[in-house]
């Protein structure tokens, strides 16, 4: 049966460590506060009081609730006073040296059978254990941000964590109404360890002005489902905080991928610290605003000068991405040509388009009417020179660079000239699809996302030979059909598929150490950082095929250790546990 924690201690009263009070109070709990001096007590209380009144003023406490709350927690200067409690939780700042002090007094102070718990997000638990006389009792509790609203905390055991206190622990979270999940002490546990990768990576995309600042973001926001981009995130975060967390990370794993990215120094002694100080990679109105404001670095608008007039699209393919692209320009009135290699392929690819259009109208979604005349918009064609009259052509054939090459040359034998070549690939160098045509200036990469007809994002890529005008083009349709063009520069995974893999390999490289379950690391990652997916769960769905040749061909791409393919992810894809499609991946299906 797990211990009674019925007097809490928090020693630290800022954001965090009032928060985490709060969290107790809620519960029942008598917390004794403590901070260094009466000036620090006072703000800790005010915290305390401005978030009971949000609470109180949304509806989520009543006032004699409030007032119950607030008389649970004990406010002090003397670590002394905590001598009864039966869990301490420091929450002060992130200073090994500072930690491991307040360790050894409390050591000193509590009784033998205390836990005491770090709040630290980045610092080694273990370090800190060592400087009491009971590192069989100390534990890391790592609190989210807001600690009242976010559910997750991370209990961090040490190598000599005694297996009762982590259970007692794990208890007394869920008592808290939170979500626990357990993990060894290594930098970063799992939501920082695995976040801060994928946080350094943007940033260094966005030092060598490979992506704007506000495609980065919309391409995670809108094709990953993230509740935020990854630089906004940073913004938020502080990049003070982020650096001291890679920092960190770097020096425990001496992993390139966490050496703080050159510019994240340059901004901070800069001064530009994210929303605290009103600048980051974004400027904000006003210090610890969220209102983001134009400066310099705002695009002037959302079009591009020179695009061409597009009234026929032509689309090569007859599956799932092609008839959802067809579907998606036949929708806004666009004249579709839908070339494929036979008749009976071209009417089956026309039923499919049938099929989604009519699930619309079954929905709700469109009048019987406007899906009848999108259909009429849709010529079928079995020869290329179909597609003669187009003024944009979207390839959108297997992912074979040979097919696709086939397929550039023969289009660039018939369309005229000034039409605009695109290709839906996800992994290939669009160049290559360019050097099959005698006018490379006129193709493109056009990334759409699964579903088409659905998923907003399109990656649009512009090679070294690419024209302006042909990447205009290519936004101003994508505008026009209500997708949210992003440019990016030809190289191995655009922008999605090059922050979305390395950060699953990742993942699999903390399940293949024993670091924590594949459950946990899920749980980590939607709870803790607010993502539609824990990433076991987003390879199961995506194939372990298709992520194994995507972070293999990042790989190949930047030779970048860090980028090869976890040995775990190989095997599994060996042993044909390729996901959902065949039951068996990181999980088992019925």
């Known amino acids: 049966m797990a211990r009674e924690f019925s007097t809490v201690g928090v020693v630290g009263l800022g954001t965090m460590g009032s928060g985490i009070a709060e969290v107790l109070a809620r519960s029942g709990v008598s917390v004794v506060a403590v901070e260094l001096d009466e000036v620090a007590s006072a703000r800790g209380r005010a915290h305390l009081e401005h978030s009971t009144d949000r609470a109180l003023a949304r509806g989520k406490l009543d ?22 409690a039966d869990l301490v939780i420091e929450a002060i700042p992130e200073s090994l040296d500072l930690k491991a002090e307040v360790f050894a007094q409390l050591d000193k102070i509590t009784g033998p059978d205390t836990v005491l718990a770090s709040n630290t997000s980045s610092l080694s638990v273990t370090e800190i254990g060592v400087h009491t006389s009971r590192p ?28 009762d206190v982590v259970d007692d622990v794990v208890a007394f979270v869920r008592r808290l109404g939170k979500t626990p999940v357990v993990i060894g002490d290594r930098a970063g546990f799992i939501a920082n360890a695995l976040l ?30 993230y509740p935020m981009g990854p630089l906004a995130l940073l913004d938020l975060i502080g990049l003070d905080t982020a650096y001291e967390i890679l920092d960190t990370m770097y020096h425990q794993s001496r992993n390139r991928l966490h050496a703080p990215a050159p510019l994240l120094k340059q901004m901070i002694t800069a001064g530009l610290l994210g929303r605290k100080t009103g600048r980051g990679f974004y400027t904000y109105d006003a210090p610890d605003s969220p209102t983001v404001v134009a400066d310099a670095a705002t695009p002037a608008s959302s079009t591009m000068d020179g695009a061409r007039p597009v009234g026929t699209v032509g689309v090569i393919g007859t599956g799932t991405m092609a008839t959802g692209i067809a579907e998606v320009f036949a929708r806004k009135g666009y004249a579709v040509v839908l070339r494929a290699r036979t008749a009976d392929r071209a009417k089956a690819a026309l039923e499919r388009v049938r099929g989604s259009l009519g699930r619309s109208v079954a929905k709700g979604r469109m009048s019987e009417q406007d899906a009848d005349a999108a259909l009429d918009r849709i010529t079928p064609a079995v020869e290329f020179a179909g597609l003669a009259e187009a003024d944009l052509v979207i390839e959108a054939v297997a992912e074979d660079l040979a097919v696709k090459q086939e397929v550039f040359r023969a289009l660039d034998a018939v369309l005229r000239p ?55 083009t290519v936004h101003a349709v994508c505008e026009a059909v209500g997708k ?16 979305l893999f390395p950060y699953l390999n990742d993942a699999v490289k903390m399940l293949e150490a024993h670091y924590a379950v594949a459950d946990d690391i899920d749980t980590a990652m939607k709870v803790g950082c607010g993502l539609p997916m824990g990433p076991f769960e987003l390879l199961d769905v995506v194939g372990l095929d298709v992520s194994l040749a995507i972070q293999r061909t990042l790989f190949n791409e930047f030779r970048e250790a860090g980028f090869a393919p976890a040995p775990l992810l190989e095997h599994l894809v060996t042993a044909g546990r390729l996901g959902r499609k065949t039951g068996k991946g990181f999980r088992d299906y019925t």
């Open 196 to 225: 801060f990768g994928y946080l350094n990576h943007a940033v260094e995309m966005y030092e060598q002005r490979y992506a704007s600042r506000e495609d980065l973001d919309a391409a995670m926001r809108l094709g990953c489902g």
């Open 63 to 84: 006032e004699p609730g409030r007032r119950q709350l607030l008389e649970r927690i004990h406010h002090t200067t003397a670590l002394a006073d905590l001598s009864g």
């Open 484 to 499: 949210h063009p992003v440019h990016c520069g030809d190289r191995a995974g655009f922008i999605v598929n090059a922050l």
């Open 136 to 163: 069989g009792k100390v534990v890391g509790m790592h609190f989210f941000n807001p600690a009242p609203v976010l559910k997750l905390i991370e209990v961090v055991r040490t190598v000599v964590t005694e297996p």
């Open 418 to 472: 000034g039409a605009v070549l695109a290709t839906t690939t996800s992994s290939l160098p669009v160049i290559e699809c360019a050097a099959a045509t005698s006018r490379q200036a006129d193709v493109v990469g056009m990334h759409f996302f699964n579903p088409a007809p659905v998923m907003k994002l399109v990656e649009v890529v512009s090679t070294i030979a690419t024209a302006p005008e042909a990447a205009a």
